[in-house]
């Protein structure tokens, strides 16, 4: 939802034959507004017991068994895949299932490329740590720096200051190096990048170190 990515999934799934004989609409697989979603626990998926002198617990929903979706609507399919299975996917395994939709499969790209293969396209941005969130809405921002097979600016975005705070930590070395490479697609896109971090491969890539 954050990247716009669900909203070129749920249009795809809207217009799948299943789907259009149905009438199901775009708005029909969100699971934020009433139609397609289960009104049991409001596209939630889970229930929350409030639990005396205790946190409130979740538990799965027991009509749709935490899928968030009525039965009819999960009876559509792209590729064997429901709209919560697709929800359920990691970004590198949608990449598969997507690879032939550009404007799904070259967002799932960035993500991938910001070292965020790993998540799932369904999972709650409040589960985030601090530095996916950060990569999560750079992904945003670079949906504006996009370049052609040549590397040349297509659409120069106005100039932008980012400032990001420790991204790399919990990062695995070689996701370290994606994450440089797409700081430095900011860069060539005019925009300034202040980094606040510790990792020595970061700083050596800054044109400016301030101690």
């Not at 969130?133 to 297509?154: C, F, H, M, P, W």
Request: hydrophobic fraction near 40%.
């Amino acid at each position: 939802t954050y990247t716009g990515l669900f909203d070129h999934v749920r249009q795809l799934f809207a217009a799948l034959p299943s789907a259009k004989i149905r009438g199901y609409k775009t708005g029909w697989f969100s699971f934020n507004t009433p139609g397609g979603r289960c009104e049991t626990c409001k596209g939630a998926g889970v229930r929350t017991i409030a639990m005396n002198f205790l946190p409130d617990v979740d538990v799965p929903c027991e009509t749709c068994r935490g899928k968030r979706y009525d039965r009819e609507t999960l009876e559509v399919r792209f590729k064997g895949k429901n709209i919560a299975d697709v929800l359920a996917l990691s970004v590198e395994q949608a990449m598969e299932v997507f690879s032939e939709i550009p404007n799904i499969s070259s967002k799932l790209s960035t993500l991938l490329d910001v070292g965020l293969g790993y998540i799932t396209l369904g999972q709650g941005s409040t589960t985030l740590s601090g530095g996916e969130a950060q990569r999560i809405k750079l992904v945003t921002e670079l949906a504006k720096v996009r370049n052609d097979a040549r590397g040349s600016l297509r659409q120069r975005p106005k100039q932008t200051l980012y400032v990001l705070d420790e991204p790399t930590v919990g990062l695995h070395m070689a996701d370290v190096e994606k994450l440089i490479h797409v700081l430095h697609r900011l860069v060539d896109g005019g925009n300034s990048v202040v980094v606040v971090e510790h990792n020595l491969d970061v700083m050596a890539e800054a044109d400016w170190i301030i101690d």
